[in-house]
């Protein structure tokens, strides 16, 4: 292979075809100072003696702290730490600024969160040509749920999962009643009932049962509404509201109706009660997505907008058809 710009760069573009996690590699200097950079030249080596490797760049500013310190820590980084990524792979920056961390074996700095995490004693080093290859031995190590981040074509990315094997529909065995974690209708209702389960807290407070929150919401996005309005907007919830579940409103204060007595519009404590729980739902949606990255949100968020479209019975756009008057 011959050495001018452009091979050197379709070389490096060939080996970003491999995809990598990415981590963080941390040790100490001579004044026991923390050091660390970002790494994805990461792998497995040996289970018996456990042991990993990884190269560092012979001009990396770190290299005498790595060759001298004896030990190294590798933290495999989460989806969600992009940010620390850019952070230990930048030359001269203080990358432990603002970072809780603790120290392990070698005295070398433990960073809490991470997707794994190998406290090493190095053992052997390599020359590799621009690069010194480290082989550690794996003292100890630690592993967390979160999905890990991916590094593949010179960018972030994140692993998905081709499936186990399991057909759509395979996930559920009719002839002996069982079905596993992969049944796509138990996932669905599942994370729909763990999503809601702050805010049924947040609408039983308030006195309020789902057909009534169902009706609140419809009218507080926009109205009045009559009764067949209400129920066309509300028959897919499973919880179509009955001229007694609107009465009741009325009762609570929260429903007016309207001169004519075919319609019916939120009340100034309905309003508030409306607008109190979109606040609730809101913080409760920050929390959640908190612990997922950009891309996932995106993915489910695209996914789910063509399930409902796709499974659409025909419901009311009433973004659209609400605060019109409309039926
Ligand atoms: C995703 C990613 C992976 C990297 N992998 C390596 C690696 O395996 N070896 C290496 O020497 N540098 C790697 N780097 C670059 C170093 O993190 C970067 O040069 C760092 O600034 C070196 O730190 P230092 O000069 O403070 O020691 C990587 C950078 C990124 C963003």
Request: hydrophobic share 40%; net charge negative; with cysteine.
């Given at each position: ?25 941390t040790?100490v ?42 030990y190294f820590c ?27 961390w603790a120290r392990g074996h070698g005295d070398v700095p433990l960073l ?5 995490r190998?406290q090493c ?18 003292l100890d190590?630690a ?185």
């Amino acid at each position: 292979m011959s050495n001018n710009a452009s091979n050197a760069r379709d070389f490096r573009v060939a080996l970003g075809q491999f995809a990598t996690g990415v981590t963080v590699i941390t040790t100490v200097d001579a004044d026991r100072s923390p050091v660390g950079v970002t790494a994805s030249s990461f792998n497995s080596v040996s289970l018996d003696p456990p042991l990993v490797l990884w190269s560092l760049a012979k001009g990396a500013r770190s290299m005498q702290a790595f060759q001298e310190s004896g030990y190294f820590c590798v933290h495999v980084l989460g989806a969600s730490q992009e940010d620390l990524s850019a952070r230990f792979a930048t030359p001269g920056v203080d990358k432990f600024a603002g970072q809780d961390w603790a120290r392990g074996h070698g005295d070398v700095p433990l960073l809490p969160e991470y997707a794994a995490r190998f406290q090493c004693k190095t053992t052997h080093m390599y020359e590799g040509g621009d690069h010194l290859i480290f082989v550690g031995e794996v003292l100890d190590y630690a592993k967390t749920d979160e999905p890990p981040l991916v590094f593949h074509g010179g960018r972030y990315a994140l692993a998905k999962s081709k499936g186990q094997g399991e057909r759509p529909g395979a996930a559920v065995d009719v002839t002996h009643g069982t079905f596993t974690e992969n049944f796509f209708l138990y996932l669905l209702a599942r994370a729909h009932f763990q999503a809601s389960a702050p805010l049924r807290a947040e609408y039983a407070k308030a006195d309020i049962d789902e057909d009534e929150y169902l009706t609140l919401t419809m009218l507080g996005l926009g109205g009045p509404l009559s009764l067949q309005a209400l129920q066309v907007r509300l028959e897919h919830t499973g919880h179509t509201p009955s001229y007694a579940t609107v009465s009741g409103m009325i009762d609570k204060g929260y429903v007016t109706e309207t001169v004519d007595g075919t319609k019916f519009s939120i009340t100034v404590k309905g309003r508030e009660l409306y607008l109190s729980l979109l606040a609730s739902s809101k913080a409760i949606e920050e929390n959640f997505l908190a612990r997922f990255s950009d891309a996932e949100i995106s993915d489910v968020r695209n996914f789910l907008q063509r399930f409902i479209k796709s499974t659409d019975p025909g419901i009311p756009d009433f973004w659209q058809t609400n605060g019109n008057g409309s039926t």
